[in-house]
């Protein structure tokens, strides 16, 4: 079945340091990739998705590329703030089928 | 706009009690899920709605789970009788149903069960 494993966390970064945070991906055929945040007392936001091989989404300074090749969908941000503390969930949605399935989430803290 | 909305934002209930979720969706958007999210995990589907028709349900625990949305619009979602293993956030979202399929998320009940 399809799933997403991202890289585990806790992740604790200084600000305006680079950010990477690995996610990987098991589907069948042509899956479309998310990420989503989530801060503090809030909901699940969409911070970005890619809908085929080799397309970038991109928000608010963060970027990751869908790569065919090694069924990754890594995000990515060059200078990272206080304010990008959050939860990351990477998902996938296998096309047809629109249900997200979610990796278990990388816990983000930026100090300042 | 209005975003996914969801009530209570808290439960606390003992095992064998029965509890009861409610969402309303963004106005327009066809399709309507339920997830379920334990502590430290990614939430998990347990139901799809694609208007007021069930799209999936394969990962909902139907002896005691169970979810309705009548005339298209609101749901609610069901847990009779609730187990320990029940606590979890439970969140709601909403999709217009295309191909894009961008889902907004509610902001979740928070359930403890004891």
């Known amino acids: 079945g399809n799933s997403v494993t991202q890289m585990e966390g806790p992740v604790t970064l200084s600000e305006e340091a680079f950010l990477t945070i690995n996610c990987t991906y098991t589907a069948t055929g042509y899956p479309s990739l998310f990420w989503y945040v989530q801060y503090p007392g809030e909901g699940l936001q969409l911070l970005l998705k890619?809908?085929?091989?080799?397309d970038k989404g991109s928000n608010k300074g963060f970027e990751a590329t869908y790569r065919k090749e090694t069924t990754s969908f890594h995000l990515e941000k060059g200078s990272v703030q206080v304010s990008d503390s959050a939860v990351y969930f990477c998902a996938l949605s296998s096309w047809g089928a629109q249900k997200l399935v979610f990796g278990q989430g990388t816990r983000l803290t930026i100090n300042p | 706009e209005a975003g996914v909305a969801q009530s209570p934002r808290y439960k606390i209930i003992e095992k064998r009690q029965s509890v009861a979720f409610w969402c309303n969706p963004i106005s327009g958007h066809a399709t309507l899920y339920w997830y379920q999210q334990i502590l430290g995990q990614g939430p998990k589907l347990l139901i799809q709605?694609?208007?007021?028709?069930?799209?999936?349900d394969s990962q909902l625990p139907k002896d005691r789970f169970s979810a309705e949305r009548l005339k298209g619009v609101d749901s609610t979602l069901k847990i009779q009788p609730a187990k320990l293993e029940d606590s979890a956030v439970y969140l709601c979202?909403?999709?217009?149903?295309?191909?894009?399929?961008?889902?907004?998320f509610g902001p979740g009940t928070r359930l403890t069960v004891l």
């Open positions: 890619a809908t085929k091989a080799d």
């Open positions: 709605f694609q208007n007021n028709g069930v799209v999936d």
């Open positions: 979202a909403s999709s217009l149903g295309d191909q894009a399929n961008e889902q907004f």
